[in-house]
């Protein structure tokens, strides 16, 4: 059964940074694609970005509004995946949800989520 | 505004056959498969669809079609737990990102 547990989040001041922590289990970490997609208060699905798996060159890319100011990363010895949040913006205010799937065409599981509150 | 296009809201009785749809461009939905999402009060979304197949754990009352840029979630007997809201996502490859709908909630009279 795949597990996918974020940690990391909080509350933080603007500008400041923070980096997210994705512990993936229950799959071959490195064969797949891990995003991070996230939830304002209220609002609908974003996605935020992604990284491909190691057949794909482990790639990323990212959201319009995050690009430049987070990177996402991967340890598959670890199977963890990152984002790192830099800059932060009180529109960064969400919840932050880890995603896998081999295609980036659809994500086939979801973490729990961790909820980022960027405040001063 | 999101890439894709869905209701704001879908209502059914219990039993009633209700059909989501998400609309998109043959820049994303025409070429690429597309998810659908679950997401129950304030919980984290769950897979019930990609493409045409079921997740492990679905009910078979899902089921999910495309027709040229139009992707459709089928809830065929629908039932109390299904109300929520849903979401479709996929590839786009002019934008070179995972775009997503705005969601439709589904209510169950």
């Known amino acids: 059964e795949v597990h996918l547990v974020e940690s990391g989040g909080g509350l933080v001041q603007p500008g400041r940074s923070l980096r997210l922590s994705c512990t993936a289990s229950?799959?071959?970490?490195?064969?797949?694609?891990m995003s991070w997609v996230r939830q304002a208060p209220g609002k609908g699905l974003e996605s935020v970005g992604f990284i491909r798996g190691k057949a794909y060159g482990g790639t990323t890319g990212y959201a319009a509004s995050v690009k430049g100011r987070f990177t996402i990363s991967r340890d598959d010895s670890k199977s963890i995946a990152y984002l790192q949040m830099n800059s932060l913006k009180t529109e960064d205010t969400a919840v932050y949800y880890c995603t896998s799937g081999y295609y980036l065409d659809y994500f086939e599981d979801w973490g729990q989520g961790t909820l980022v509150t960027v405040s001063s | 505004q999101s890439a894709l296009t869905q209701e704001a809201s879908v209502s059914g009785t219990v039993g009633q056959k209700v059909t989501l749809s998400c609309t998109g461009n043959s820049n994303n939905i025409g070429t690429y498969t597309v998810g659908w999402y679950q997401q129950i009060s304030h919980d984290a979304p769950k897979t019930v669809m990609f493409g045409n197949s079921l997740p492990s754990g679905i009910p078979d009352r899902f089921s999910g079609s495309k027709s040229g840029t139009t992707a459709s979630l089928t809830i065929s007997g629908l039932q109390p737990e299904d109300e929520a809201d849903y979401y479709c996502s996929t590839w786009d490859f002019s934008l070179s990102a995972q775009v997503f709908g705005g969601g439709t909630k589904v209510t169950v009279l």
């Open positions: 229950g799959f071959i970490f490195g064969d797949n694609a």
